[in-house]
């Protein structure tokens, strides 16, 4: 079982930044790729951005050039560095790790971005 706990949420103001973690049970480069998910009120939950074998990233289009997904094997951490926020990056951000038959979620962390 992997247990995933995310950090770093808050209120922040329209441009402002917030990096959030997200800390693993385990070695993450076990897991082929971390990814990064927030949900809005109201709406689904929707994959922001994903790291793979360390390197290769995806991000959504809204967020590209804003959003840095990173990890740090040393710790067992994934970071999501968010820059310039806009108010409609408010949600809940959620970190994912498929492993085995399984996915795992954490319980998430709230963004606000106020206007």
């Known amino acids: 079982q992997v247990q995933l706990v995310e950090s770093g949420g808050g209120l922040v103001q329209t441009g402002g930044s917030l990096r959030l973690s997200c800390a693993v049970s385990?070695?993450?480069?076990?897991?082929?790729?971390m990814s990064w998910y927030r949900q809005a009120p109201g709406k689904q939950r929707e994959l922001v951005a994903a790291?793979?074998?360390?390197?290769?990233?995806v991000y959504v289009d809204s967020v590209k050039g804003r959003f840095t997904v990173s990890r740090d094997g040393a710790i067992n951490i994934v970071y999501l560095q968010m820059n310039n926020l806009k108010p409609e990056d408010t949600g809940v951000y959620f970190c994912k790790a498929p492993y085995g038959p399984n996915e795992y979620w954490g319980q998430g962390t709230q963004v606000t971005v106020s206007s």
């Open positions: 790291i793979a074998g360390g390197k290769s990233t």
């Open positions: 385990m070695n993450i480069f076990s897991i082929n790729t």
